[in-house]
């Protein structure tokens, strides 16, 4: 089973292969995959392109979503590390851009040896395999990272990215700052400019910066760290609903139940039944 990585509901999944012939339907997301272990040679039959070859270590195929065909692998068994980029993921980094660019420009890609792609999807599969390998900061980073890079090297945009503007991103110490401040203020009323001016930033600049570094804008981000904390509240405490939504900022119990149930399907009285079963 593939698992999720909760900054941009990227899958990353470990998968073995042995000798196969299969018909793969239209892709539902973008797919990218790392070749880990094993010298087997792979065909891709993809929109009536063919790849043939023998991928080593650290090479990628890039299966852009809508795409089909087929595959066989013949040979000694391999180990592939899977990820899946849901369209949506694409279009959160899009909104980093200053010109419009559609909405998936990634194009497929054939035993591409690219180190970046290599160490930061490695990186990736170790906090999937053993959680706290990487801080929440610097995994949404790299997932963000990983995604603005493979849009840069292998869209359908010009080479030298002409005609766009790119924000950048946050700088790692400055992401951990932001959320930093952030859930140390839980509590209280804060909003963007405060967020902002703590780390000396203007505020439309912050929430470009925060938007391509996580994602997100910083109100979503702020509400799911709300929520979050409410989360472990409920499961480890006793306390009222009520007070527990105060303690998360949020003065109105229904409208943090609402909020509660947008984000985890379920409202907070409901969450706290299921978990005590």
């Known amino acids: 089973m593939g698992q999720l990585l909760k900054s941009l509901s990227l899958s990353l999944e470990r998968t073995p292969y042995g000798e196969l012939e299969a018909e793969m339907p239209s892709a539902a997301m973008t797919s990218i995959g790392l070749h880990l272990t094993g010298r087997t040679t792979l065909e891709w039959a993809i929109d009536g ?4 070859g023998r991928p ?57 040896a690219d180190p970046f792609v290599h160490q930061v999807s490695l990186t990736l599969l170790g906090e999937v395999e053993r959680p706290g390998t990487t801080d929440r900061v610097h995994r949404d980073a790299l997932s963000n990272a990983l995604l603005a890079h493979l849009v840069r090297r292998y869209s359908a945009l010009d080479a ?5 503007r790119l924000v950048h991103p946050l700088s790692l110490p400055r992401a951990r700052r932001a959320v930093d401040f952030m859930e140390a203020n839980l509590t209280q009323a804060i909003g963007l400019d405060d967020i902002a001016l703590a780390l000396g930033l203007s505020a439309s600049h912050f929430a470009a910066q925060f938007r391509q570094s996580f994602g997100q804008t910083p109100a979503r981000y702020l509400m799911w760290l709300r929520l979050e904390r409410a989360r472990a509240y409920l499961i480890a405490s006793g ?39």
């Open 49 to 52: 392109r063919r790849h043939i």
């Open 56 to 112: 080593t270590t650290g090479q990628f195929t890039l299966i852009p979503q809508g795409r089909s065909g087929s595959l066989r692998v013949r040979g000694a068994a391999c180990q592939v590390l899977k990820i899946g980029i849901p369209d949506a993921a694409i279009a959160a980094w899009a909104d980093g851009v200053e010109q419009s660019i559609q909405a998936n420009p990634l194009v497929d890609q054939f035993a591409v």
């Open 160 to 164: 030298d990215g002409a005609g766009i």
């Open 239 to 277: 306390d009222p609903i009520a007070k527990i939504a105060l303690r998360v900022g949020y003065v109105s119990p229904s409208h943090f139940a609402q909020a509660f149930h947008a984000m985890y399907g379920r409202t907070p009285s409901a969450f706290r039944s299921e978990v005590r079963l």
